[in-house]
């Protein structure tokens, strides 16, 4: 196998997959919007390139493993507005492409549980534009596409602790609010599973096993830091962004039973208890 990754919009997920393949030997170019992010970049071990800004269509036809986790902005997918011929020409050489995508494009199921087959009736522009995406990049000949819908992210430096820690986290309550969420590591640990083992037209739901209500993620994160638990705000009491309200549009629990019966995946973290117990540790 090719241990070579081309990995454009190398952001928090792409970074926790270079942990892993990186001491199995890979070479990992990734992207970044900024000049002055490439020494951070470099420091991990991973090659730099700053993109818009340079020709990515040749880097395209030069790696047979691909990671998109560029998102859709106003104008569609980025990476296929801009390069939409180079991968359509480098589709039938590359072994593996994977494009990250959100369980958003499932919409509002009022609690209920949602699996692949589900129908996509995203109820967000934000998930609308994800359907989209998913749509362009499926339509594609010969490409050999891996989808991963990924449930909330956590994991170190991005989670409840910090807003626990400095006063300013919310139980915000809305009745039958709940979310799925995912580990990164165990999104970088599907990754690396997918790229050993293709199966081109796959699409992947990622989250724990462990749906809960985020005022509890909230609850248990102050629990365990030895603080007061942040009081009970009602929905309709909260000063919110539209951005953050929109959030709360949502309610669904998500399976992943494809990914773990395909590639023998099982998340490190299968609650977010066991996923915030490490995160403590790893600060300690």
């Not at 590359?94 to 958003?104: A, F, K, M, V």
């Not at 580990?183 to 739901?205: K, R, T």
């Not at 000063?239 to 959030?247: G, H, I, K, L, Y």
């Amino acid at each position: 196998m090719d241990k070579t990754l081309l990995s454009i919009g190398h952001g928090y997920s792409a970074q926790a997959l270079a942990k892993r393949l990186l001491p199995q030997g890979w070479r990992i170019v990734g992207t970044t919007r900024s000049a002055d992010k490439m020494d951070e970049i470099a420091a991990t071990g991973v090659e730099p390139f700053v993109w818009p800004g340079a020709d990515l269509g040749a880097l395209l036809a030069s790696f047979p493993n691909i990671l998109v986790s560029a998102g859709p902005g106003p104008d569609g997918d980025p990476v296929l507005n801009a390069t939409y011929d180079d991968i359509a020409r480098a589709a039938p050489d590359l072994r593996w492409l994977g494009y990250l995508s959100t369980t958003g494009v499932y919409g509002d199921h009022g609690g209920g549980w949602v699996d692949e087959n589900t129908p996509l009736t995203p109820s967000t522009k934000r998930g609308q534009a994800r359907v989209e995406a998913e749509a362009r990049w499926q339509g594609i000949p010969d490409l050999p596409l891996h989808i991963f819908r990924l449930a909330g992210i956590y994991g170190p430096g991005r989670g409840p602790f910090a807003k626990v820690r400095a006063g300013t986290a919310r139980r915000i309550i809305k009745d039958g609010q709940v979310f799925s969420r995912i580990h990164v590591d165990d999104i970088a640990l599907a990754l690396d599973l997918s790229l050993h083992s293709p199966v081109p037209g796959a699409i992947y739901n990622l989250c724990d096993d462990d749906p809960a209500p985020p005022q509890d993620v909230i609850a248990h994160a102050a629990e365990l830091l030895g603080v007061p638990v942040p009081p009970a705000i009602a929905i309709d009491d909260a000063d919110m962004t539209p951005m953050a309200r929109s959030f709360y549009a949502e309610s669904k629990k998500v399976r992943n039973d494809l990914i773990k019966n395909t590639l023998g995946w099982s998340p490190t973290y299968p609650t977010y208890r066991a996923g915030l117990k490490a995160m403590l540790a790893l600060e300690s």
